[in-house]
């Protein structure tokens, strides 16, 4: 059997011997403490690990649970509109003269309950008329020729426009002024 060169025979070993230093009772001293320190801060870590996976379990069934009860608030305001909506349909089957007025005051009470109820969740109505066209806000389907409106301006609003807070929730149908075709 031959040597290869990483093999070494054990007089080799003992002809090269490492010198082991004895430390003092304080540097043993001072290993013991920063031992023990290490085993503390991983006992730390660990801890801090299995918190922070714990925070992102709770975080991730909070948000969850947010995106399924989102609407709950509002569907609490709107059901006394729904109620009242069902007592005016209740009223109407049997309503005749002065009782015709009565539930058409009714109605339009129902409906500012329904539109109070709207703006406080942070809906806003989006008044276009007479305002400069805005395609950001504004959805145009003709043109008209006014003398009266100036161009470029919304001459008819024909179904409101809705934003929730500050992001689009349906344009304003409207119809956009032009200038008049001059007369030949």
């Known amino acids: 059997m031959s040597k290869t060169e990483n093999e070494?025979?054990?007089?080799?070993?003992?002809?090269n011997p490492?010198?082991?230093?004895?430390?003092?009772?304080?540097?043993?001293?001072d290993l013991k403490n920063r031992a023990a320190k290490?085993?503390?801060?991983?006992?730390?870590?660990?801890?801090?690990?299995?918190?922070?996976d714990n925070f992102k379990k709770r975080?991730?069934?909070?948000?969850?649970?947010?995106?399924q009860y989102a609407s709950f608030s509002l569907l609490q305001k709107l059901l006394p509109v729904?109620?009242?909506?069902?007592?005016?349909?209740?009223?109407?089957?049997?309503a005749q003269g002065d009782k015709l007025a009565s539930l058409q005051s009714g109605v339009l009470m129902i409906q500012q309950q329904l539109k109070s109820a709207l703006t406080e969740?942070?809906?806003?109505?989006?008044?276009?008329?007479?305002?400069?066209?805005?395609?950001a806000?504004?959805?145009?389907?003709?043109?008209?020729?006014?003398?009266?409106?100036p161009e470029d301006h919304v001459a008819l609003q024909l179904r409101k426009g809705y934003k929730f807070?500050?992001?689009l929730l349906r344009a304003a149908t409207v119809i956009v002024a032009k200038k008049p075709a001059a007369a030949s």
């Not at 082991?20 to 001293?29: A, F, T, Y």
């Not at 975080?59 to 995106?67: F, I, L, V």
């Not at 729904?82 to 049997?94: G, K, P, R, V």
Request: glycine share 2%; proline share 6%; net charge negative.
């Open 121 to 135: 969740t942070g809906l806003e109505e989006i008044d276009a008329t007479g305002k400069p066209f805005d395609p």
């Open 59 to 67: 975080a991730a069934r909070e948000k969850t649970e947010a995106a």
């Open 82 to 94: 729904l109620d009242n909506f069902e007592m005016a349909l209740t009223a109407a089957q049997t």
């Open 18 to 29: 490492v010198e082991v230093v004895p430390l003092s009772p304080e540097q043993i001293e």
């Open 165 to 167: 807070k500050d992001r």
């Open 8 to 15: 070494t025979s054990p007089a080799e070993t003992t002809a």
């Open 38 to 52: 290490a085993d503390e801060n991983w006992d730390r870590l660990l801890r801090t690990t299995a918190d922070f």
């Open 137 to 149: 806000w504004h959805e145009a389907i003709s043109q008209q020729e006014s003398a009266e409106v």
